[in-house]
Each structure stands twice: as C-alpha cells, then as structure tokens.
C-alpha cells in the first residue's frame, strides 16, 4: 500500500468526494477549500510536482480544463485560479502532484489581493541572472 495520500485516493482506499476522471487523472473537492468548489486534479501517476515530468504535467491538461469548465458552469462562478505549488517553500504540502482549482465569484477579490508586487523587484538585475548563459 503507497504512503501517498493522493495515490490511495485515487486507488479508492481513501475516500474522496471525486468530480470528475479520466484515463489520467482524477479530480475531487478540497478537503479544506478556499471557496466553494475548490478542486484538486492529480494525474494517476505519482511524480512528486509539476516540474517533475512535462508528460505527466501534459497529460492531466485535459482533465484541468473539463473540471475547470465543469465548476463554471455547475457552481456559476465567474472566475477561477489555476495554480500548482511546487516544493515545501511554495506552500506544497502533499508530494504527489496537483492543480488547484478555485473557483471565484462576483465581488470576489481573488488571489490579487494577497500577491502584492515587491517593491524591492529589481527587474534588470533578476533577468540578468536567468538569462546569463554560464
Ligand atoms: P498543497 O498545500 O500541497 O498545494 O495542497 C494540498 C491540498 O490537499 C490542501 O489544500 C489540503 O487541504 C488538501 N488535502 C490534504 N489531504 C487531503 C485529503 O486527504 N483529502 C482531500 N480531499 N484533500 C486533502
Ligand atoms: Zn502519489
């Protein structure tokens, strides 16, 4: 038996409130969701996130969209943010890769209000250092 929560979900031996399923991913509610509906897709593949592997990450792309479209029009909302955190530093917490979707209504603020640019940015200096060839 697999010590990943997200594997044993999607082999059934932990319940979920699923949504949505295809041949490579499965989608099911937020334990803790931000908003009503928040949603988490993850491929049947266990890769660790989504820079482990282009083709995992490819292939739950249907699956995103469908669920996204899915909660648009069952739940009316009128906006939804996509989002993956990837590494503990980023706010993952469960190692098997996820896409987060939130979905947002009218009047609804959204994830702008907590990304508050950081004035300190310095554009040239950040975009020296990833473009610099070594
Ligand atoms: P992360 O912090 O890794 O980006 O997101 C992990 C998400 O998984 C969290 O939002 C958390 O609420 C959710 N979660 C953790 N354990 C379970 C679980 O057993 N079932 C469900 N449905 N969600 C879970
Ligand atoms: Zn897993």
Redesign the pocket.
Known sequence: MSDC??C??VAGE?P??RVYADDAAVA???????KAG?T?VVPRTHVSDALADAGVLASIAPAVVATGRLLTEKLGASGMNV???VGAD??????HL?V?LVPRYADDPGMGALLTPAASDDLDAVHARITATA
């Not at 099911?28 to 931000?34: G, Q, V």
């Not at 980023?90 to 190692?95: D, E, H, K, L, R």
């Open positions: 929560i997200f044993r979900i932990i979920s409130k099911f509610l937020d334990l803790a969701p931000f928040h988490l989002l993956s955190n980023a706010g993952q917490s469960v190692f996820h987060h």
